[in-house]
């Protein structure tokens, strides 16, 4: 008997739509392959969203979303929106999700492909290899916090505000979900905060040290200042297995390790909460300079896809199956233009998911 999966799609602005063609491509197949079959339906998201309807990510869109067994998203923002209020810009939308999902756990593997190991702003020596996983807290911290907000003084100077602010709770439930990943790792976790500056972070090292110490004396764990861990990425990254962050740091520093791979446009994410649908996106940004050409790489979205098909649809098989492909057509020289090296084929958009699908097929 079919299966049906119910997958909202986003694309929302700049190279977004094109990827999620390539990723709607890639599903096609794996319904194919398997009988599954996916129900999609696809909404607005960021600046897209504010043209047609006034906000960035609408309650409707967002009802639609928490009925789904996954959302798939590409990107959003771009220059013509900057002037708008905060509350109503791209990223709102983006925000807005992440906290309607309750999507308070955010996987970003960091892994550099054998084939891309030269593409890295580091030596080969430092990158090949690499296979870093951060655990990113992802409704909370500072991009949440109240007061926030833009405030005039009686003297007419201006004042911005946020707030960094975590709870006992919010801390432990993220810190269990790293702390189980490394478990199936190679059972590592380096925890980074600013303990030394921020009174969040002091609680931050101490209730991570609490559950460590409480139910995961397994696990090796080393507390490492958020600074210190932005040197040692570019110092000697391969050190670090399962790196767990705050929201604000988690931002920061695995950005940082997406350029020691080769390009942002490799990279993926999953955002998972208790038992609601999981928001898979991929790392890189909406790229407006080159919105509509049909260069971008699709390859992150597409292996969101198959981390939504890992954690959220049960089709762990499928996943290996486009992981394997995507290594599989790196190693033979096919490439887009952002990872694009001597020796190589360079294709567009639509000619990458022909290659991924060549693969599978």
């Avoid at 602010?165 to 979900?177: A, D, F, G, L």
């Avoid at 955002?271 to 928001?279: A, H, I, Q």
């Avoid at 939504?308 to 490439?335: F, H, N, P, T, W």
Wanted: proline fraction near 4%; charged fraction near 25%.
């Amino acid at each position: 008997m079919s299966v049906t999966k119910n997958i909202l799609m986003i694309p929302g602005d700049g190279i977004g739509p094109e990827i999620m063609a390539e990723v709607k491509r890639i599903m096609d197949w794996v319904s194919s392959d398997t009988g599954t079959i996916f129900n999609v339906e696809e909404r607005l998201i960021g600046g897209c969203s504010y043209d047609a309807h006034g906000e960035a990510f609408t309650d409707e869109a967002m009802d639609v979303a928490k009925a789904s067994d996954a959302v798939l998203m590409g990107a959003v923002g771009g220059p013509q929106w900057d002037g708008v209020d905060y509350d109503k810009r791209p990223e709102a939308g983006l925000l807005k999700i992440r906290k309607g999902l309750d999507a308070y756990a955010n996987l970003r593997p960091a892994i550099c492909f054998a084939a891309l190991a030269d593409a890295s702003s580091l030596k080969r020596e430092y990158v090949a290899g690499l296979d870093i996983l951060f655990v990113r807290e992802l409704s909370s911290g500072v991009y949440f916090g109240d007061p926030r907000g833009i405030e005039t003084l009686p003297d007419g100077s201006r004042v911005g505000v946020n707030t960094h602010r975590y709870t006992t709770q919010e801390i432990e439930r993220i810190t269990r979900v790293a702390f189980d990943m490394a478990r199936k790792r190679s059972g590592r976790v380096a925890s980074a905060d600013k303990a030394n500056v921020m009174e969040a972070g002091l609680l931050w090292r101490q209730e991570v040290t609490r559950i460590h110490e409480a139910d995961y004396p397994d696990i090796e764990l080393t507390h490492i200042l958020a600074d210190n861990c932005s040197m040692q990425l570019v110092k000697n990254p391969k050190q670090f297995d399962v790196i767990l962050t705050d929201n604000l740091f988690g931002d920061l520093l695995s950005d940082t390790a997406a350029m020691l791979t080769g390009s942002l446009g490799m990279l993926p994410s999953a955002s998972l909460g208790d038992g609601g649908p999981g928001l898979y996106e991929p790392v890189h940004g909406s790229a407006p300079d080159i919105a509509g050409r049909g260069i971008a790489n699709p390859i992150a979205a597409i292996l969101s896809f198959a981390m939504a098909l890992r954690y959220s649809l049960d089709m762990g098989e499928e996943a290996d199956k486009i992981e394997a492909a995507v290594d599989r057509i790196l190693e033979s020289g096919i490439r887009t233009g952002d990872i694009m090296a001597d020796n190589c084929t360079q294709v567009n958009t639509v000619g990458m998911g022909d290659a991924i699908l060549a693969h599978l097929n």
